[in-house]
T-cell receptor, first 113, second 115 residues
């Protein structure tokens, strides 16, 4: 069984400020973890993924996330928010291979000028 | 890179009609595809797992007779919403595995609106 909890359905940051989107997961096996971004009326775009190896993963558009097994967390960060970062962000978990992906409920990021 | 194409991107139709959505893997073979549904301002919920050459596996609460899935080839899965009603209006997204590698590749989604 697997699940994802995203804390905060809405997050607002000022342009240039740190972005921190929280994600905690539950998995009965070593997890594969993902962050996706979705712009209005569009599909999903993969930001980054953790499968194995280095626990700090870097993704596109300056985002990164750190896998912390002891905390069962995979929080997404970006040092400086841009207006173009305003979107919905989904954390997701999978058992790997051909297994399904389970998504969190999403966090809507608002960037204030 | 690997791409999943989903068609159509948007459908508007009358209540009671059936709607077919296609999901194609363009440059890889996908023995497994997944269909998700996303209601407005909500997350993606898995509806079913589509397996090439065999019956789809549906998640609990998803009506298999209403959401018909066919995965007749290694590059194509279809989702047919039969006798669609306004409550079926949603954003439907498919995904496919390339040889079980992570992550899955997602289509761009189909916005279904039933009047």
């Amino acid at each position: 069984a697997q699940s994802v909890t995203q804390l905060g359905s809405h997050v607002s940051v000022s342009e240039g400020a740190l972005v921190l989107l929280r994600c905690n997961y539950s998995s009965s096996v070593p997890p594969y973890l993902f962050w996706y971004v979705q712009y209005p009326n569009q599909g999903l775009q993969l930001l980054l993924k953790y499968t194995t190896g280095a626990t700090l993963v870097k993704g596109i558009n300056g985002f990164e996330a750190e896998f912390k097994k002891s905390e069962t967390s995979f929080h997404l960060t970006k040092p400086s928010a841009h207006m173009s970062d305003a979107a919905e962000y989904f954390c997701a978990v999978s058992a790997g291979g051909y297994q399904k992906v389970t998504f969190g409920t999403g966090t809507k990021l608002q960037v204030i000028p | 890179g690997a791409v999943v194409s989903q068609h159509p991107s948007r459908v508007i139709c009358k209540s009671g009609t059936s709607v077919k959505i296609e999901c194609r893997s363009l440059d890889f073979q996908a023995t497994t595809m997944f269909w998700y549904r996303q209601f407005p301002k909500q997350s993606l919920m898995l509806m079913a797992t589509s397996n090439e050459g065999s019956k789809a596996t549906y998640e609990q609460g998803v009506e298999k007779d209403k959401f018909l899935i066919n995965h007749a080839s290694l590059t194509l899965s279809t989702l047919t919403v039969t006798s669609a009603h306004p409550e079926d209006s949603s954003f439907y997204i498919c995904s496919a595995h390339d040889r079980g590698h992570q992550p899955q590749h997602f289509g761009d989604g189909t916005r279904l609106s039933i009047l």
